[in-house]
């Protein structure tokens, strides 16, 4: 009876990391990702999983969010709509990215709490400082020549000096095959998962935990994420750490 309570409490423990249900999603963040002007976004809601991330983030009205390399904007629309015109996100481009960053500046001029912040990759800096800081399929680019290269300690230490005490680091990316570390960064676009858990607790952060809402175990790891034959279906992880309170 005993071996069994334990594994009760311990499948419960385990599910408190597990992405929110939709009926966990916080209002405030369910009305975000029904703007209507998401529609296009919203097409990629079932693959990309914009409540259920934002939701994990713990991002709420009021906040600062720090958004790294944001690309189309994809969930920058959902937090400036989470945080409202109480809260800020700052939308961080990296100068030596090679994309532009035209959509963002036209989302930064439809929603007057958003602030494109262009800074080179290795001096990542905010105004003030953040609730959140949250990077979809990008960390795993610091390492790479094009960025630097940025060597992800510099990244994380920034981070780390950019969040309020409490506040949430969400990194999201594709995993790369268990003990490759940073080989696969840029010929494959994807990272060791267990080698960022270890950069970023080495920085000072607390784990606090993941969620599998973009899990793939199809997915070998070995292939190029813009693949046809996996590209939109990779295996990635998402992990959560805070900054300790004191």
Known sequence: MKRIVWTLAAVASLSAFAAPALAQIPDYVAKAVADPARAEDAKNDDRRKAAELVAFSGAKPGDRVLELIPGGGYFT???????????????????????????????????????????????????????????SQNYHDYPD??????????????????????????????????????????????IDEAAVKQQVLAAGFEYVGETDVLRNRADDRKTNVFDKAIRGRTDQFVYKFRKPAK
């Not at 400036?80 to 532009?100: F, I, L, T």
């Not at 262009?118 to 953040?130: D, E, I, R, S, W």
């Not at 780390?160 to 080989?183: Q, T």
Request: net charge neutral; no cysteine.
């Open 77 to 135: 629309r959902v937090f400036s709509k989470v945080v409202g015109a109480q809260g800020r996100v700052y939308a961080v481009w990296p100068k030596e990215y090679d994309e532009s960053a035209d959509k963002v500046k036209a989302i930064a001029a439809q929603y007057g709490n958003v602030d494109l912040l262009v800074q080179p990759a290795a001096k990542l800096t905010t105004p003030q400082p953040v609730d959140v800081v949250f990077t």
């Open 145 to 190: 020549k094009f960025m630097g290269p940025t060597d992800p300690k510099i990244l994380n230490a920034a981070v780390f000096a950019a969040l309020k005490p409490g506040g949430f680091y969400i990194i999201v990316d594709h995993s790369a095959e268990a003990g490759s570390g940073l080989r696969d960064t840029d010929t494959l676009h994807r």
